[in-house]
């Protein structure tokens, strides 16, 4: 997501998006004039945040707050 594409069955461009936190500065290379600027946040995972992200996508999915383009099935 940090480098452009073309979508191969419509032929549209995807421009890149730019990661708000790099302070390092690891995906700067990568970005281009047609950046999205500010549209990515890197996290670092563990554990406890992959059972707290797990749990909330779970809550979320479950209310119906959250829809897929494509049902299941």
Do not use: C, H
């Amino acid at each position: 997501m940090v480098k452009s594409q073309i979508d191969p069955d419509t032929g549209d461009f995807l421009p890149d998006f730019g990661i708000i936190n790099d302070d390092e500065g690891f995906y700067k290379k990568y970005r281009t004039k047609e950046v999205q600027d500010d549209a990515l946040f890197l996290i670092k995972a563990n554990a406890p945040i992959n059972t707290e992200i797990y749990g909330y996508i779970q809550t979320q999915l479950n209310s119906g707050r959250i829809k897929f383009l494509i049902d299941e099935g």
